[in-house]
């Protein structure tokens, strides 16, 4: 495997990482619903910050996205996906540590990510967050079905907070970061 800029990929690859952000994302209502919505999403991505892809020769294994936000004081990690056969493996972490390297040379001072329960996977999801927003995010906690925020907590990334009813009543999205300058 190796990892390399996806801006400078051949066509045939940027296909590859709009079909995996369809596919990748299929079991979550809120994903890319086709490819045309999704080669928009890798375009914007490119235009607007960098992607990484991990490449098996010329198969996309997965690619990564960094966008800038405040004044690239904070860099957001949007989107990530990994070909399912090929999760658990280290890919989704050596793309990480490309992101953040990037990111860390740009001058980041601050890593960020969403990571959407819009499938009930999380103790914040069908509750009203509104009660108490911290006292549910203290207890936030998977309901088995290894959602993503695991991995990122597993890289030291913290919540840092969440939008409530984000895609729908009961699916929020869990904000997360990373001080970019710790050791």
């Known amino acids: 495997m190796t990892i390399a800029e996806l801006g400078g990929q051949p066509d045939a690859v940027h296909r590859q990482a709009a079909a995996l952000l369809v596919e990748g994302f299929d079991d979550h209502p809120r994903g890319w619903p086709d490819l045309e919505a999704a080669a928009e999403e890798v375009s914007q991505v490119l235009r607007q910050g960098f992607a990484f892809a991990a490449l098996d020769g010329v198969r996309l294994l997965g690619w990564i996205g960094g966008l800038p936000q405040y004044e690239g004081r904070v860099w ?40 959407d329960d819009d499938g009930g996977q999380t103790s914040l999801a069908e509750v009203n967050l509104y009660e108490d927003v911290p006292r549910h995010i203290a207890a936030l906690r998977d309901l088995g079905s290894r959602h993503p925020f695991l991995f990122y907590r597993r ?29």
């Open 76 to 115: 957001e990690l949007h989107p990530l996906v990994v070909r399912r056969e090929h999760r658990l493996r280290g890919v989704g972490r050596a793309l990480v540590a490309a992101f953040e390297d990037e990111a860390r040379r740009r001058g980041a001072l601050t890593f960020t990510l969403g990571t």
């Open 155 to 183: 890289l030291g990334y913290v919540v840092t907070g969440c939008m409530p009813d984000a895609n729908g009543r009961g699916r929020p999205d869990i904000y997360m970061s990373k001080s970019a300058t710790a050791a």
